[in-house]
């Protein structure tokens, strides 16, 4: 039953004060900006031109077998170009065939196999190419996109920003099992190698086929687990490296398929016309952007995700996620990973829990034989308890953060930080507590007198320590930063990295009394001994990351004092302004207390090396550079074999920033009216950009 | 009592603030460039603005947009004309409105020049108005997005000290990374929002509780 609401619209609208804006509590910006309104070309999507061949298009006639392998092909690649920012109805849903036979399965009866059709109407001629070829070929991209969107819906990547899931309303299949589609395809497998077995064409539509027939099995990967220590994993890795071929052997075949006639009309911008679509006019994105590359990349990624296999201690995995992090990734990929990583059961690769998994992180790390987790005392345990359920949480989203986009990876950091901030806390009375209450003693000898050891309260802090050190150079990495800000975010970045020696140095020291406490005891002094070596491992990566911001430091004050980087004169702010601003993320950080201003100005003033000094001490840092690299890539090469050669690349650039940085720095002689400075990022670690000196 | 709430600030909507001369690109005559806050009655200039950022951003704006923008902060917004044509050859639109409650956050939403006057100091000259009108207005900070290949934009808001804050991935349509700028201009804006007192403004509280009631009257009057 309807209303006329025509005269009470009316009625109402003549209340509305011309120049008065009525704001919903339910209705924002972002919802304004994306409301269509009708008669505005770039928004009321009723004002899209369809082209004759368009409007026409009959998803019925008989299409010859090259014609299928064009609408194959294209359409798998509009999958990649959706998953590169797109949305479905400018790609994916944008062909004919695809539409059509969503829309017959979305308002068919059952909504099943049988309603998955692109014509209703029976068919005058015998038409197995589309009618089952094709229709096998949309079946599984759909099934294939619905999975993606799946995984955007699960939250582990940004809806919209990494993956955009909307489908105008239409279910992607999702009552149709796997299984069924899987029938289909194998089926048109075996009727092309019949039929068509000497055709070219063939081979490239079975190798599409036998692609989209894999990526059925894609969440079978998800759920595979990984078993610490020497257990062989129960799966063949070769399956990933099968499909791997077959990709690749596919985009080999580009520059044939980019011959291929286009069909005209089979990718329309209809279904924005036609279907519920809250977006703007959104002009298609060619298929032929998509090259295969990033379809060959997320197989890579998905076999490069299996090297986990190797594992033989929880720093492995903490190797593992930072390398992925480190590196960009197909969305996919990104979406997979943390599903991957951290099961719905709460485990880690489907083995120990991330309780668990945390406490032999810590324990590994620096707190073996502490007291917190030996101790029998009830009170304790339960204390010890709580304050690791609380850690664990935080480290949870810790471990969350590492797929995200690069963007939001700094994002989620700067949220974390504040948390094991607060942790440390905890961490420090709990300890204080067992040491004063219980008298679980726990010391180190610091300069000369007996302190408490606190491993509980030393872990969180390095690890607090590292999230703040990382978002600072993150920001590098991002192009956060002016010039004439480097100068203060490597100094402020450096006094992070020298609390972190201080405290990594602590930590050695305390395992070493602690190795000479249980000189008699093999059993602890392997364990012992394999925590100092992670120990030294990071005593290099930080010691090296010292040198090389010391390094740009150097470079900087020369290239300040010669007024080659100046700070520049603004009508609304002033520097200490800025510098207050950046320091802002740390501001309520009680541990390690932040720089203030007039300290910054008080290193500024300080006495600045001569060229003599500031190329002598150049020399120096290039040689503890040199000799930490060394280090870490000969311990990062005995990393069990996971992502060695990419853990090599990014230690790499590190030695090319600070060649990069030596070669192109401050020369005797230069001056600011005479030289500028130019960004150079290709080639250089993203921490570590090098300030060419150019001739203005 | 709404007209006159919004209307309170602007000075002389229809005499120019300020009036500036250069020499345009295509015609080597000096060109005189009038400076003026917008006058939310003038129909031809809003749909003269509108054409103006329709034509140059690449983001397409409803008209709800412009009205959220227009009709709550006419003050902020800025139009530069043609002295001599009267023709609109610019212009920034803008908001200020409290950050998580604590803080004053001005928001530069649109600007655009036409082509053949850019290179004339005109987007710097309205986004100069923009903040000092907001200075004016007590705001605290003021924040934007541009994108990160548009050099020149970035390069014109770093000159006045805007910072970049964020990168922002992927955020328009065109696919391009975003950076979000902010300009600091009190203490509140270099203290995390958690350690700062509530806003106490009178005047936003009323204007809030102005456009409540007015919703709430018509909701309650509505039988469907």
Redesign the interface.
């Given at each position: 039953m309807s209303?006329d609401?025509t005269q009470?619209l009316f009625a109402?609208a003549a209340?509305?004060?011309i120049?008065?804006?009525?704001?919903?509590?339910h209705f924002n910006?972002f919802e304004?900006?994306n409301?269509?309104?009708i008669g505005?070309a770039?928004?009321d999507t009723g004002s899209i031109t369809l082209t004759g061949e368009e409007l026409h298009f009959d998803c019925s006639q008989v299409r010859s077998l090259s014609e299928v392998l064009w609408i194959s092909d294209s359409l798998l690649r509009s999958v990649f170009t959706w998953l590169?920012?797109a949305s479905l109805s400018v790609t994916v849903l944008s062909n004919r065939y695809a539409e059509e036979l969503l829309m017959n399965y979305n308002t068919g009866k059952d909504k099943n196999l049988n309603s998955c059709l692109f014509y209703t109407s029976e068919s005058p001629t015998e038409n197995a190419l589309v009618d089952k070829v094709l229709r096998s070929v949309v079946l599984g991209t759909l099934a294939f996109c619905n999975l993606c969107a799946g995984l955007a819906h699960n939250g582990t990547v940004?809806e919209e920003?990494?993956i955009n899931p909307t489908a105008m309303n239409l279910d992607l299949l999702s009552l149709i099992d796997g299984a069924e589609i899987a029938r289909e395809i194998e089926w048109s497998i075996e009727y092309l190698k019949e039929n068509y077995e000497y055709h070219e064409d063939c081979d490239i539509l079975v190798q599409i086929l036998t692609i989209l027939l894999n990526f059925l099995d894609l969440t079978y990967f998800f759920g595979i687990k990984v078993a610490n220590g020497d257990k062989p994993l129960a799966f063949d890795i070769e399956i990933l490296k099968g499909l791997l071929k077959v990709c690749e052997s596919l985009r080999g075949q580009l520059d044939y398929l980019n011959k291929l006639p286009e069909i005209k009309g089979c990718y329309s911008m209809g279904i924005q016309k036609r279907l519920d679509n809250r977006a703007?006019?959104?002009a298609l994105v060619s298929y032929k952007q998509e090259d295969y590359t990033s379809l060959v990349t997320f197989v890579k990624d998905m076999i490069s995700m299996f090297e986990i296999q190797h594992r033989t201690e929880p720093s492995d995995v903490i190797n593992y996620v930072t390398n992925f992090s480190n590196y960009p990734h197909h969305v996919l990929s990104r979406a997979i990973f943390p599903i991957f990583l951290l099961r719905d059961d709460g485990s880690i690769l489907g083995s120990e829990n991330v309780k668990e998994f945390l406490v032999s992180e810590m324990v590994g790390f620096n707190c073996y034989g502490s007291g917190a987790f030996t101790s029998e005392n009830i009170i304790i345990k339960k204390k010890m308890d709580e304050f690791i359920n609380g850690l664990t949480m935080n480290y949870l989203e810790y471990l969350q953060s590492f797929n995200q986009?690069?963007?939001?990876q700094?994002?989620h950091l700067l949220k974390i930080v504040l948390s094991f901030d607060s942790l440390q806390v905890s961490a420090e009375s709990l300890e204080m507590e067992m040491e004063q209450t219980f008298l679980i003693k726990d010391n180190i000898n610091q300069n000369g007198h007996t302190v408490p050891a606190l491993p509980l309260t030393c872990w969180v802090y390095y690890k607090k320590l590292s999230i703040m050190i990382n978002i600072i150079f993150k920001g590098f990495h991002?192009?956060?930063?002016?010039t004439w800000?480097y100068l203060s975010m490597y100094w402020t970045v450096l006094n992070l990295i020298t609390n972190q020696l201080e405290i990594l140095q602590r930590i050695q020291k305390h395992i070493l009394t602690k190795l000479q406490a249980m000189k008699n005891h093999p059993q602890h002094v392997t364990k012992l001994r394999q925590s100092l070596g992670r120990v030294i491992n990071e005593l290099a990566y930080y010691r090296m990351l010292n040198s090389l911001t010391v390094l740009q430091i150097l470079n900087l004050r020369q290239l300040k004092s010669m007024k080659i980087i100046t700070v520049?004169e603004?009508?609304?702010?002033?520097e200490e302004?800025?510098f207050?601003?950046?320091?802002?993320?740390f501001?309520?950080i009680g541990v390690p207390p932040q720089p203030t201003f007039s300290d910054f100005q008080q290193f500024q003033g300080s006495k600045e090396p001569s060229f003599e000094e500031f190329k002598s001490q150049v020399n120096e840092l290039k040689k503890s550079i040199n000799e930490n690299i060394t280090t870490l890539l000969s311990s990062r090469s005995c990393n069990n074999g996971i992502n060695d050669k990419q853990c090599q690349d990014w230690t790499n650039l590190f030695k090319r920033s600070m060649v990069g940085i030596c070669l192109n720095g401050a020369k005797e002689g230069y001056n600011g009216q005479e030289y500028k400075v130019e960004v150079m990022r290709e080639g250089f670690h993203g921490f570590f950009p090098v300030l060419k000196c150019v001739k203005k | 009592m709404?007209?006159r709430n919004?209307l309170h600030h602007i000075k002389s909507a229809s005499q120019p603030l300020i009036q500036e001369s250069f020499p345009l690109n295509e015609h080597p005559a000096m060109v005189q460039i009038s400076y003026s806050q917008l006058d939310?009655?003038n129909e031809s200039d809003i749909k003269a603005l509108q054409t103006l950022i329709?034509v140059d951003l690449s983001?397409?704006?409803?008209?709800?947009?412009y009205?959220?923008f227009l009709?709550?902060w006419p003050n902020l917004c800025y139009i530069a004309r043609d002295a001599e044509t009267s023709q609109v050859i610019g212009t920034i639109v803008s908001k200020l409105e409290p950050h998580k409650g604590t803080r004053s956050r001005g928001y530069i939403g649109m600007l655009a020049v036409k082509t053949a006057y850019r290179g004339q100091g005109i987007a710097k000259k309205l986004v100069?108005l923009s903040?000092e009108e907001m200075?004016k207005s007590g705001a605290d900070e003021v924040m934007l997005e541009t994108e990160?290949v548009n050099a020149a934009a970035i390069r014109l808001y770093?000159?006045?000290?805007f910072?970049?804050?964020?990168?922002?991935?992927?955020y328009y349509?065109n696919?391009h990374?975003a950076?979000r700028l902010?300009?600091?201009?009190t203490e509140r804006?270099?203290?995390?929002s958690?350690?700062l007192e509530p806003l106490k403004d009178p005047a936003d509280a009323g204007k809030l509780k102005d456009?409540?009631d007015?919703?709430t009257a018509?909701l309650s009057?509505?039988?469907?």
């Open positions: 209303t609401i009470l109402k209340k509305i004060p120049d008065k804006v009525i704001k919903s509590p910006l304004g900006t409301a269509l309104e505005n770039k928004l590169d920012n940004y920003e990494d703007p006019i959104k986009n690069s963007c939001r700094r994002q991002l192009q956060l930063y002016n800000e520049p603004f009508p609304f702010s002033n302004k800025s207050k601003f950046r320091q802002k993320s501001k309520s | 709404g007209q919004h939310i009655h329709s983001e397409p704006y409803s008209i709800y947009v009205k959220f009709n709550q100069r903040i200075i990160v770093e000159n006045m000290g910072l970049r804050s964020k990168r922002l991935f992927r349509m696919q990374d950076f902010i300009l600091p201009l804006s270099v203290v995390r958690t350690f456009d409540m007015l919703l018509n009057t509505s039988s469907f």
